[in-house]
């Protein structure tokens, strides 16, 4: 019988999870297709055939309120044009008329603007032996495609870009702050009434004239309105999510360097390859849906008006769609993974997320056969809408590479860590966190009843804050910035040469923690 | 076996051995017939196997869902006869079945 299992924790804001959520996933799919999360209050379907059932089933598992967890929530009216938070068929009114923007044809068409963006940002680092995929390219191309397609004009690409990614990104551990979140994005209302009133061959004029049918069954043009809120929407989805998709291809392609060679030699494999890198690691790794109706799963009721989170990266790894799921390859058998969704709200912009893909994959390996990431450098980040690279940097010369590859970059820490304090205490502490066990090392200096010190892991050294002791219990904080900028709070008891207690990471979860004395 | 032909844009003609369950652009895909692109491997998501199927057909095949109607308005050159052949799965009853594939799915 299949129940819902407490002994599994997965939320989408738990920093713990964002380095490798897929053992927690594998886990949620394995054990508990349905699992309820009590802290947040909200459901997580994991199996492919629910998912894939669960985004087609639009009466049941709505997108009225949204598709994001938080949005759900909050349930905030939803403005006219915000067509990701419709059913149809007021959804249907507004999205028509828009595939126009985004079919396979139309896309194609800009090939050569795509190549010329991405050659714009390539070529001025061939000689530098290095480059970055989200800084110099994930961050560059996307932009100015969609940019280019609405008729943004370059001067106010950086404005939209960094305002979408405001919008979009949390802090770590914490859902996302939606007092202060808008729908309408600044720097497009001035554009689009000056476009209104000088109108051009672009997106945006096209969208301004356009005439569609909508709920009501009345033929009108888009209001000014709704044309800033579509452009703000389409401007942020065309920036962020593909922006994620070439971090992921360099990075996964930079830990199969056979396959990349494959690719590097026989060109016609780059779409493949491309659905591969979206299978396995997608952007998007969850969509949530207000549940509209009573439904029962695996033996789960989920009540009207529930939340429930699609763990869409999940699905992508089922063994029972696909088989060795947790391999990367490039020629597996082609079945559609769920990273651009299905059904009524699949992807709009799934052909042009694809060609950029393609042609982003295809220009650097014009100019970088191979290159290995420094993940000591790079930072993920995971929020309820996208998981991916805000930076990630890569050698594409040998000569830039440090020596013995990455297992010299990740001994390089230890190196530089400061020496102990004199008169203190060492120990050596293990965090059991979700992604396994964590070593560190505390020195602790007693003054009273005031503690200091420092603790030492492979992400750094940091000092110990608020430190206190009040009889065999010590508490403390360090602020860390990897894996995501967070505050631990230790509280630890400490019998004799054996400590045990737990730390909370960031604002939600807690791991265990045992220690051993190693000096006095 | 059900056969299925297929016929380019130029004319050029492909008939095949369909295996019953599979769907026509995964069989179209396993014989190298050229001229589906498939993208999303047979999500109905993205409208790039596009085809046009002889009328005297559809009342086997069955009108397309709501999901294949709205996908379609990704294809290129789309007709009261187009489908995607994602959608179409192969019975029995389809053995002849001819299907036309449009100039370009992009």
Redesign the interface.
């Given at each position: 019988m299949t129940s819902v299992d407490k002994a599994i924790h997965w939320d989408p804001y738990n920093p713990a999870y964002f380095n490798n959520p897929h053992p927690v996933f594998t886990r949620l799919r394995e054990e508990a297709p349905v699992y309820y999360n009590e802290e947040y209050d909200f459901y997580t379907i994991s199996r492919y055939e629910d998912v894939q059932a669960g985004l087609a089933d639009y009466r049941t598992f709505s997108s009225s309120r949204g598709d994001i967890l938080e949005f759900i929530k909050a349930n905030n009216p939803v403005p006219p044009g915000v067509f990701i938070m419709m059913d149809p068929p007021v959804h249907t009114a507004y999205r028509s008329p828009l595939t126009r923007f985004f079919t396979p044809k139309r896309v194609a068409s800009l090939e050569p603007q795509i190549r010329d963006f991405c050659a714009k940002s390539l070529d001025p680092l061939i000689e530098s032996g290095e480059f970055n995929f989200i800084e110099n390219l994930g961050k560059e191309m996307p932009m100015r495609v969609i940019g280019m397609l609405l008729g943004v004009p370059e001067e106010d690409l950086k404005t939209v870009q960094s305002d979408a990614d405001a919008k979009l990104t949390t802090e770590a551990g914490k859902p996302m702050d939606l007092t202060e979140h808008t729908f309408v994005g600044a720097g497009f209302e001035d554009y689009i009434d000056w476009r209104m009133k000088n109108p051009s061959d672009d997106g945006m004029t096209e969208m301004l004239n356009l005439e569609f049918k909508d709920e009501t069954g009345a033929v009108r043009k888009l209001t000014r309105d709704e044309v800033v809120i579509i452009c703000s929407m389409l401007g942020a989805a065309g920036n962020e999510t593909t922006n994620r998709l070439i971090g992921w291809t360099g990075k996964v392609l930079a830990e199969h360097p056979d396959q990349r060679r494959q690719i590097y030699e026989n060109r016609a494999l780059i779409p493949q390859a491309i659905e591969e890198i979206l299978r396995y690691e997608p952007p998007g790794p969850s969509v949530a849906r207000y549940v509209a109706k009573d439904v029962e799963l695996h033996g789960v009721k989920i009540p009207e008006g529930s939340s429930v989170c699609m763990l869409v990266a999940a699905a992508n790894r089922d063994g029972r769609k696909f088989a060795n799921p947790n391999k990367f390859d490039i020629q597996r058998e082609r079945l559609p993974h769920l990273t651009f969704g299905q059904g009524f709200h699949a992807c709009l912009g799934n052909a042009l997320a694809r060609i950029e893909g393609r042609i982003a994959l295809d220009e650097v390996l014009n100019r970088f056969p191979d290159w290995e990431v420094d993940l000591d450098n790079a930072y993920l980040t995971s929020t309820s809408t996208v998981r991916g690279w805000e930076t990630l940097p890569a050698y594409t010369s040998k000569a830039k590479r440090r020596p013995g590859g990455k297992k010299a970059a990740q001994a390089a820490p230890q190196a530089n860590t400061p020496a102990p304090i004199p008169g203190a205490e060492s120990w050596k502490l293990t965090m059991k966190t979700p992604m396994g066990p964590q070593e560190m090392t505390a020195h602790l200096v007693r003054k009273g009843d005031a503690l200091t010190g420092r603790l030492d892991s492979p992400q750094g050294s940091e000092s110990i804050s608020h430190g206190k002791i009040s009889g065999n219990t010590l508490t403390w904080t360090v602020s860390v910035t990897k894996p995501a900028p967070m505050q631990l709070g230790f509280e630890v008891q400490i019998n004799d040469n054996a400590l045990a207690g737990h730390a909370k990471l960031g604002a939600f979860g807690k791991a265990d923690i045992v220690g051993e004395r190693i000096s006095s | 076996m059900p056969k299925i032909t297929f016929i380019e844009s130029d004319g050029r003609e492909h008939e095949i051995e369909a295996q019953t369950g599979a769907s026509v652009m995964e069989m179209a895909?396993a014989h190298n017939v050229p001229g589906l692109?498939?993208?999303?491997?047979?999500?109905?998501?993205?409208?790039?196997c596009h085809v046009y199927v002889r009328p005297e057909w559809r009342t086997h095949i069955g009108e397309p869902n709501?999901?294949e109607v709205?996908?379609l308005?990704?294809?290129?050159d789309v007709e009261a006869n187009s489908r995607l052949s994602c959608q179409i799965k192969i019975t029995d009853q389809l053995d002849g079945l001819v299907v036309t594939l449009p100039a370009?799915?992009?």
């Open positions: - | 895909r692109d498939a993208d999303c491997g047979g999500g109905c998501s993205c409208g790039t709501e999901f709205a996908t308005e990704f294809a290129v370009s799915q992009r």
